[in-house]
T-cell receptor
Framework: DAGVIQSPRHEVTEMGQEVTLRCKPI?????LFWYRQTMMRGLELLIYFNNNVPIDDSGMPEDRFSAKMPNASFSTLKIQPSEPRDSAVYFC????????????????FGEGSRLTVL | KQEVTQIPAALSVPEGENLVLNCSFT??????LQWFRQDPGKGLTSLLLIQSSQREQTSGRLNASLDKSSGRSTLYIAASQPGDSATYLC???????????FGRGTSLIVHP
């Protein structure tokens, strides 16, 4: 398996523009997480999906942020309008997410999308 | 709300030393604890995962232990090498929610 795939790897945009980050989880994984990493705050959970349904979005900063998971193999995180304080590395991670006997809960990360908002 | 603390925040050691990195958490009702390595500009790579029912896991020169009663985990690195230089993060998944909460990490430099 190719692992968790994120795009773009780098994005530079101007304040006020719309930004869309994309994630393809590992095939067969049912849980998907979006995290944001900054020097100031470390890794913060933004939203967690299980079976394509948002389970916990309490970490989404404000209405400018939205996330979707239209099917089991694709998720997007959208920021509209973007602001300089949104500059960070955004990570997508997936896990088996069945909570079954053989599910250890191991989390697998993508390489991240580095966003710079000027 | 689960809180995860990692001490020390940074560590610089000469090659060959044995190291202990610490991770503490506030809620002992956990599902698992996972240690990750992050190289600069890269994603997180899973090193070891300890399930709630386990006490330790080993992989090569790495050994991770879990003590739920005291809310602690340690990552032991034997005979450190310059290639071990990276940031090490621990993540604790709460029982029931399965959502991992991360510590801020320990930045490790092993110099030749």
């Amino acid at each position: 398996d190719a692992g968790v795939i994120q795009s773009p790897r780098h994005e530079v945009t101007e304040m006020g523009q719309e930004v869309t980050l994309r994630c393809k989880p590992i095939s067969g994984h049912n849980s998907l997480f979006w995290y944001r990493q900054t020097m100031m705050r470390g890794l913060e959970l933004l939203i967690y999906f299980n079976n394509n349904v948002p389970i916990d979005d309490s970490g989404m900063p404000e209405d400018r942020f939205s996330a979707k998971m239209p099917n089991a193999s694709f998720s997007t995180l959208k920021i509209q309008p973007s602001e300089p304080r949104d500059s960070a590395v955004y990570f997508c991670a997936s896990s088996l997410g069945t909570a079954g006997e053989y599910d250890t809960g191991e989390l697998f990360f993508g390489e991240g999308s580095r966003l710079t908002v000027l | 709300k689960q809180e995860v603390t990692q001490i020390p925040a940074a560590l610089s050691v000469p090659e060959g030393e044995n190291l202990v990195l610490n991770c503490s958490f506030t809620d002992s009702a956990i599902y698992n604890l996972q240690w990750f390595r992050q190289d600069p500009g890269k994603g997180l790579t899973s090193l070891l995962l300890i399930q709630s029912s386990q006490r330790e896991q080993t992989s090569g020169r790495l050994n991770a232990s879990l003590d739920k009663s005291s809310g602690r985990s340690t990552l032991y690195i034997a005979a450190s090498q310059p290639g071990d230089s990276a940031t090490y993060l621990c993540a604790v998944s709460a029982g029931g929610s399965y959502i991992p909460t991360f510590g801020r990490g320990t930045s490790l430099i092993v110099h030749p």
